[in-house]
């Protein structure tokens, strides 16, 4: 039986021309970066020119893009320097953030290096604004605010450019998590108000454990890593030399047919929840899935019932790939923080579907019918 494999947003499979173009770098072009000969200058000037080849598809400079082992890392670079550095005592995020942003603010307000307070999400979770900027207003501290750009479990999109222009009129610094987005939606850095932004191979068909963060060319800050000179001495380390060139290499093939896959894959989410409706009574679906939403990522929460409850087990026994996010908290399933902050029924079962150009209509009906018999 065939593997359908709705969780796109936790990872996606390697492109193929992407592993074509690491191959080199894992057998003959095995030099290290930092080295003067011609092997270790090859490296070198492959990871520039991936470093250029991101600079110009998120229109930044090369010189404000480094490469660092992915997501978790670049945010814990960012919100930590931003305290140390930039001189940020008080932080806002939401409680709906991942949990590289959550834990690394609760580890610097436990360390009583920063306040923190968390902005209210409206009920389709979306940032309440309003909140954020009375937060902004009343805060006597200089300010980083940390939000995330797409929700990774219910696809929900924030207004960069607004949340933006409201930390500028407030001096506070802005950093966003923009792991969903980097791959997925244009960017152009040189004309959106934010500090930092993060990215991750794995998210768009390029390889695991690479990953940038974008630090503006008005920022100056310590590194995270010590011990070498790499990343111009801003992340101390061999470079993942392979994986930058796939990072690269996986960017430039989604940002060329980031509107025919954007296309494709937002008419799967819509086939699903037509599907989904119509064979299943009582279900719900979380956040903002027909408006301001990522088109990759969506959220369905099921009536609880003895049959529900093994909902992801019985998914997976039958060869489908999605995962949880529900407000229970039972044994080692914690449920997810960002159903509780805005649906806490603990009548539901929360399940994130993310979808891929690989991912195909006929795969929604086998599931579909599958979640008719399951449930």
């Known amino acids: ?17 992407v592993l074509e173009a690491m191959m080199p770098y894992l057998k003959e072009k095995f030099g290290n ?6 092997y270790g200058r090859e490296s070198r000037l ?13 229109n930044a400079h ?11 890392e670049s945010s814990n670079t960012a919100i930590t320097a931003a305290v140390r550095d930039l001189g940020c005592r008080h932080i806002i995020t939401s409680p709906m953030e991942h949990h590289a942003t959550l834990h690394t603010v609760e580890h610097l307000h436990k360390m009583n290096e920063a306040s923190v307070h968390y902005v209210e999400p409206l009920p389709d979770g979306h940032i309440d604004l309003d909140d954020l900027k009375r937060l902004l207003s009343e805060s006597g501290e200089k300010c980083l605010v940390s939000l995330m750009h797409a929700n990774n479990e219910i696809g929900n999109m924030l207004d960069i450019h607004a ?3 409201l930390c500028k009129s407030y001096g506070a610094v802005f950093h966003s998590d923009t792991v969903q987005t980097v791959g997925h939606f244009p960017f152009d850095l040189r004309n959106t108000p934010v500090h930092f932004i993060t990215g991750a191979g794995h ?24 011990g070498g000179s790499q990343e111009r001495n801003m992340r101390a380390g061999t470079e993942n030399l392979y994986g930058i060139v796939g ?14 896959d954007s296309a494709y894959v937002r008419g799967l989410k819509l086939y699903m929840m037509e599907r989904l409706q119509q064979s299943l009574k009582g279900i719900s679906f979380n956040g903002d899935p027909l408006g301001k939403s990522l088109y990759a990522v969506l959220s369905v929460s099921f009536p609880k019932t003895e049959k529900s409850e093994m909902l992801l087990f019985n998914l997976d026994i039958n060869n489908i790939c ?12 914690q449920g997810s923080h960002v159903i509780r902050a805005i649906n806490n029924n603990p009548n539901q079962v929360t399940v994130r579907f993310s979808f891929s150009r690989n991912n195909t209509r006929e795969e929604i009906d086998i599931l579909a019918d599958k979640l008719k018999d399951l449930i």
């Open 1 to 17: 039986m065939q593997r359908i494999y709705f969780d796109n947003a936790a990872t996606t499979s390697l492109d193929p021309e």
């Open 33 to 38: 970066p930092s080295s003067i000969y011609s």
């Open 46 to 58: 492959a990871v520039e020119s991936a470093r250029k080849t991101v600079a110009k598809i998120l």
């Open 62 to 72: 090369p010189a404000e893009i480094f490469f660092t082992s992915g997501g978790t």
């Open 163 to 165: 949340v933006g222009d």
């Open 203 to 226: 998210k768009f068909h390029g390889p695991k454990g690479v990953g940038i963060l974008y630090i503006n060319e008005n920022v100056r800050i310590h590194p995270y890593i010590h």
């Open 247 to 260: 990072f690269a290499k996986a960017l430039e093939l989604a940002t060329a047919r980031e509107q025919e």
């Open 322 to 333: 999605a995962s949880g996010g529900s407000a229970c908290t039972s044994g080692a399933e």
